[in-house]
């Protein structure tokens, strides 16, 4: 399955537009007991830093010592002490308003308060269920974290990807979900197995990570119809996407998407994780200029400091290293992802994906037999730091390709002074 991503849109869009993305919901009805919605995050945790408090308004939803007052003309859709999903939503969206730009200290609270690991889940239905009403969690069992699954915003190598809300507090998240096998013929369906295995791969895989160029894992659920995992929201798009729509990035832009991707490789490596499929497609990049590794789905926990030996031929051919196709009895280590780090420069660069123009099994000869990097379009002018930088990643023994902690010091990564993010226009 190839990976889109459809141009996700900020968390204040979504809550003006409730209607567009939770269409099969019926948002005014009361199904959130309002003692336990918008002042406490799925799990406790650290008290993030509060934004300026305005008179009788709630405090940020992570956590608060008590409930919040329902909103002002809002009675009509709190009723008998539970809150519809419009008002929670609401409620958020005036927290959101009042923290305004998050500060990075305020991001890194923010994510791991969101944690849903040793919840009980439960997604409210959609529909106009009569007198569903989601009830509080059991007096000292887990907490149970409540969601409602939106539209469809993306397909990854191994499943769908959903707007979803946390119904307690309105914070907006994502949903990865891929279905569960059925039937006999199902759970003898090979590819069917694989997608189930790899879900639960990743969940395991990225349960304890934690890094803001990471996309955060919030949890998993198992159900006989589905498995879920809960994903930090991020705003905008993928690096592919944004390449296929404005093209091209400039020099700039593309050192600090480079230099944020190094800092991502160099955490999950330190954890003995190897990406195996870095893409444009599997980067995401906010709105504001901040990138997330994700898509997880073959990636590979390895208790060996050098990445280990494996030999399996994972990954996406054209951003794939020589050593992948054509291990040589010897397998691989944390190198391909560097390979794969100098593919996506090189689509940053081109506007293109590598390897333009040659077919799968050409560049497949290519790599196993001729060991060749992919080439540098002719529209493609570069500086002598950028193709020290190109050849770095390239090379074609593993072992003289540097690591990600020591590409990122590479002075083609300096960005110009004072240069600063602006979004795509």
Known sequence: ?????????????????????????DLDR???????????????????????????????PFPATSPAPPPSGRERLVRKGKKSIRVVAEEQKRRLSRVGKETSAFSAVLRRNTKLWGS????????????????ESPSGGATTFKWVRGELI??????????????????????????????????????????????KLESETLKDLDHPNIVQYLGFEETPSHLSIFLEYVPGGSVASCLQKYGAFNEDITKSFT?????????????????????????????????????????????????????AMKGTVF????????????????????????????EMWAGTRPWQGDEMVAVMFKLYQLKQPPPVPANVSLSE???????????????????????????????????KFEPFE
């Open 120 to 135: 009980r889940v439960e997604e409210v239905p959609p529909g106009p269920t009569r007198n569903h009403v989601i009830p």
């Open 154 to 199: 993306g397909r990854g190598s191994y499943g769908r990807v959903y707007l979803a809300m946390n119904a307690m507090t309105g914070e907006v998240i994502a949903v990865k979900q891929v279905d569960a096998p059925q039937t006999l013929s199902d759970k003898n369906d090979s590819r069917q197995t694989t997608v189930v295995q790899s879900l």
């Open 259 to 311: 230099a944020q991707i190094l800092d991502g490789l160099e955490y999950l490596h330190s954890r003995g994780i190897l990406h195996r499929d870095l893409k444009a497609d599997n980067i995401l990049v906010e709105t504001s200029g901040v990138c997330k590794i994700s898509d997880f789905g073959i990636s590979k926990r390895t208790q060996d400091s050098f990445g280990g030996a494996e030999t």
């Open 385 to 419: 730091s950028a193709d020290d930088f190109r050849m770095k990643c390239f090379a074609i023994n593993p072992d003289e390709r540097p690591t990600a902690k020591e590409l990122r010091k590479h002075r083609y990564l300096t960005v110009s002074p004072g240069w």
């Open 1 to 25: 399955m190839v990976g889109t991503w459809a141009p996700r849109p900020p968390p204040e869009d979504v809550y003006e537009r409730l209607e567009e993305f939770f269409p099969e919901h």
């Open 319 to 346: 951003w794939m290293a020589p050593e992948v196709v054509n291990p040589q009895g010897k397998g691989y280590n944390f190198k391909i992802d560097i390979w794969s780090v100098g593919c996506v420069v090189l």
């Open 30 to 60: 009361p199904v959130i007991e309002s003692a336990h919605s918008g002042g406490t995050s799925p799990t406790a945790g650290e008290v993030l830093p509060p934004p300026p408090p305005p008179e009788q308004e709630p405090q940020i």
